[in-house]
């Protein structure tokens, strides 16, 4: 079955940093693209960050400069390192594969709470 | 970067109903649009990509249509299962937007 499983969210004081983790199961993880997006407490869908098979890396303006999305195809994993966080960065994260550009395969999400 | 307009916002329906909601771009996206169902706690499913081109393993109730900036998402007969957010996501250059979202009531 094919899966991603995020994990690494949590409580983190403003200025202070977090790294997320995907999993990924059941396909072949090196040739797809994936992204990462957010959803705020009771807030639509925003875009973070993409990264393709050739590490080609694209990210919202909101993040840019403060995350960092990286991958290990050795370990089926995808990664976003965020630094910097603030209040407005608080939201449940989910990695999802976007090969075509739609996202058909979603994690269940981790949540990233950003206060003092 | 391409805003994506959902109209409406809410929408109260019965089951049984058939129901339309509109997604607008801000400029052309081609047909490179997808259409979303979240319920609450839960990651997004995929329902509609490439504009209508329906997802696998999704009811043939669903339906998409429309290209360039204007799209809309059909569902002929709603079920109980379908009262859900709805969201459109833009992917025809980074970056990726995805519209407000339109919850979809019980009347």
């Known amino acids: 079955e094919v899966q991603l499983a995020e994990s690494g969210g949590g409580l983190v004081q403003p200025g202070g940093s977090l790294r997320l983790s995907c999993a990924a199961s059941g396909f072949n993880f090196n040739p797809y693209s994936l992204s990462w997006v957010r959803q705020a407490p009771g807030k639509g869908l925003e875009w973070v960050s993409h990264?393709?098979?050739?590490?080609?890396?694209y990210y919202a303006d909101s993040v840019k400069g403060r995350f960092t999305i990286s991958r290990d195809n050795t370990k089926n994993s995808l990664y976003l390192q965020m630094n910097s966080l603030r209040a407005e960065d608080t939201a449940v994260y989910f990695c999802?594969?976007?090969?075509?550009?739609?996202?058909?395969?979603w994690g269940p999400g981790t949540t990233v709470t950003v206060s003092s | 970067d391409i805003q994506l307009t959902q109209s409406p916002s809410t929408l109260s329906a019965s089951v049984g109903d058939r129901v339309t909601i509109t997604c607008r771009a801000s400029q052309s996206v081609g047909s490179w649009l997808a259409w979303y169902q979240q319920k609450p706690g839960k990651a997004p499913k995929l329902l509609i990509y490439?504009?209508?081109t329906l997802e696998g393993g999704v009811p043939s109730r669903f339906s998409g249509s429309g290209s360039g900036t204007e799209f809309t998402l059909t569902i002929s007969s709603l079920q109980p299962d379908d009262f859900a957010t709805y969201y459109c996501q833009q992917y025809n250059n980074f970056p990726y937007t995805f519209g407000q979202g339109t919850k979809l009531e019980i009347k």
């Open positions: 999802a594969t976007d090969q075509r550009g739609d996202m058909d395969v």
């Open positions: 490439k504009a209508s």
């Open positions: 990264i393709s098979s050739t590490r080609t890396i």
